[in-house]
DNA sequence: ACCTGAACACCGTTCAAGT
DNA sequence: ACCTGAACACCGTTCAAGT
């Protein structure tokens, strides 16, 4: 709706595009629903992102990751880090929840841009006595962990009104708990995990 | 392709919609083409499924959680079922990779689904010694995780082909371990999670 | 009762044409 | 160089009409 004058660029028609996906999600992300956004009409964008839909939703996908990994400071201490790692990823998350099923379809947009953090993580993670294989294991499970989770959690906010419906008193118990949020359960998941992981290295 | 004429109903519309998505992927699946592979037109469709497309890929998400439900026996010791329940969904989910990110986005039928099986478990993590509050949430913790970790694989198996093109040498590894398969990591990351929820029985 | 043809309002994308 | 109008081949869905 912006009537900016600006000239276009392929920043602004990522940009352009996060916000309606933000505010309209994923289904009213069109062509012409960014297009106009920008007030331009919809073939205009393919001058900026010549790999049409496919290469903005990508440009989506790293930005939000970028955002993440960029407010993000490690301390070298691994179960302080993957800690920090784990809350901040879901934070990061949970402020576009339309994007997630977006991030969790492009595992390597969204390692292209996190490699360092993710190499840092990994090494915190040897430097802590991990063996390399485990280190890299690790790593990789608490990220799938943390995405699964948030768009577990996303899905489950969007379609949850219905669990006035449910007939079943476990189902009606455990939508109402998701409706409340579920940082305990991700939190009490999270510590699980590090302490599980924590035990291997005395073992 | 099926020209089949027995008569058209619900479940075989169901059933001609996974058959799509399992052969073409969820994009594939459109109306026209579900309506193709029964040998009919796309209008006929909606005098089975009234709710449209939506109910009809809900139909899809039910048929795949109900096979995975009846296929899984458990024995009342909360360590052995948790562990069955992720490798058993880990195994249903992997046997319809395209169907994953539909589950993951439809929370409230793949609850439906498996009422039963998840109060089971529950009540396994409580006789365990649980108390209620973390029962619910080490089955929730542990359901997300499972569909979160397969819905990633099977989408970097999906573009991990772009791996050879990676210039980082970590994303490089990280994508040809993928394409060599993650049961190991599964693994690890279900091991981890379960030491650090029986340690929670001690303290 | 069950199926369908034609139509509507949308898509992503191409390409030749405008400035 | 950058933007666009018209067009193409698709969508999901409605509705009145066929059998």
């Known amino acids: ?24 999600g994923i289904q009213g992300c069109s062509m012409r629903a960014v297009a106009g956004e920008l007030g331009v009409e919809a073939m205009s964008l393919y001058h900026h992102v010549p790999g049409g839909k496919a290469e903005m ?9 970028t955002e993440f990994v960029e407010g993000l400071h490690l301390t070298g201490d691994w179960r302080v880090d993957m800690d920090a790692f784990a809350r ?11 994007v997630v099923a977006m991030i969790a379809a492009r595992p390597s947009v969204a390692y292209r841009s996190s490699t360092t953090l993710v190499g840092a993580l990994f090494t915190a993670m040897e430097d802590g006595g991990f063996p390399r294989d485990d280190a890299l294991r690790a790593v990789r499970v608490l990220s799938r962990w943390t995405i699964g989770f948030t768009l577990g959690e996303a899905s489950a906010l969007e379609d949850g009104e219905q669990a006035a419906e449910f007939d079943e008193p476990l189902l009606v118990e455990v939508f109402s708990d998701i409706a409340r949020g579920e940082d305990d359960v991700f939190e009490f998941g999270l510590e699980a995990l590090l302490d599980g992981l924590e035990a291997r290295l005395s073992a």
């Open 1 to 24: 709706m912006s009537t900016d004058r600006a000239p276009l660029s392929r920043d602004r028609v990522v940009e352009a595009a996060l916000a309606v996906i933000d505010r309209q």
């Open 88 to 98: 901040a990823y879901r934070a990061a998350l949970k402020s576009h929840p339309n």
């Open 57 to 65: 939703l990508d440009g989506v996908v790293a930005v939000v990751q």
